[in-house]
């Protein structure tokens, strides 16, 4: 059973990893919709998230999912997403302020499914603009 676990944990990670290099030569080099791999990694992050929540964490642990559980998917998992800081900053600032709503939608989707990872207060602390707009979304 703890042999299917980690080779689970892998697929994973590899999927994860793979979204994420998709998303640097096709969205951040290219020109291509970050959509379909917004709403994928989505799904990763929340799959992960209701695993997480199985374990019954302590629900005052307010630490990052990888320092509370050094061994769940879920903190490897924001730990590949959120070491990208090009990424981080195409959500928090790019994507909202393009006229698409279902850009908005995924965006702001995938900003509160990695918040347990994020520090918001350096990512926007320079954007109270940005912040104003997101409550008038």
Same mark, same amino acid.
């Given at each position: 059973?703890?042999?299917?676990?980690?080779?689970?944990?892998?697929?994973?990670?590899?999927?994860?990893?793979?979204?994420?290099?998709?998303?640097?030569?096709?969205?951040?080099?290219?020109?291509?919709?970050?959509?379909?791999?917004?709403? +994928?990694?989505?799904?990763?992050?929340e799959k992960q998230t209701e695993?997480?929540?199985?374990?019954?964490?302590?629900?005052?642990?307010?630490?990052?999912?990888?320092?509370?559980?050094?061994?769940?998917?879920?903190?490897?998992?924001?730990?590949?997403?959120?070491?990208?800081?090009?990424?981080?900053?195409?959500?928090?600032?790019t994507y909202l302020s393009r006229?698409? &709503?279902?850009?908005?939608?995924?965006?702001?989707?995938?900003?509160? &499914?990695?918040?347990?990872?994020?520090?918001?207060?350096?990512?926007? +602390?320079?954007?109270?603009?940005?912040?104003?707009?997101?409550?008038?979304?």
């Open positions: 059973a703890e042999e299917m676990a980690a080779s689970g944990q892998l697929d994973v990670l590899a999927e994860t990893t793979t979204l994420m290099d998709r998303w640097n030569r096709e969205c951040f080099l290219g020109s291509a919709t970050p959509i379909d791999i917004l709403v +994928k990694l989505c799904e990763i992050v695993v997480y929540f199985k374990t019954d964490p302590d629900p005052f642990d307010d630490r990052h999912p990888g320092r509370a559980d050094p061994n769940c998917t879920l903190g490897h998992v924001l730990k590949i997403i959120l070491k990208n800081d090009d990424f981080i900053q195409a959500l928090a600032h006229d698409q &709503n279902d850009l908005h939608s995924v965006t702001c989707r995938m900003l509160l &499914n990695i918040m347990p990872g994020l520090e918001a207060i350096a990512v926007f +602390k320079e954007h109270v603009s940005m912040i104003q707009q997101l409550l008038s979304l």
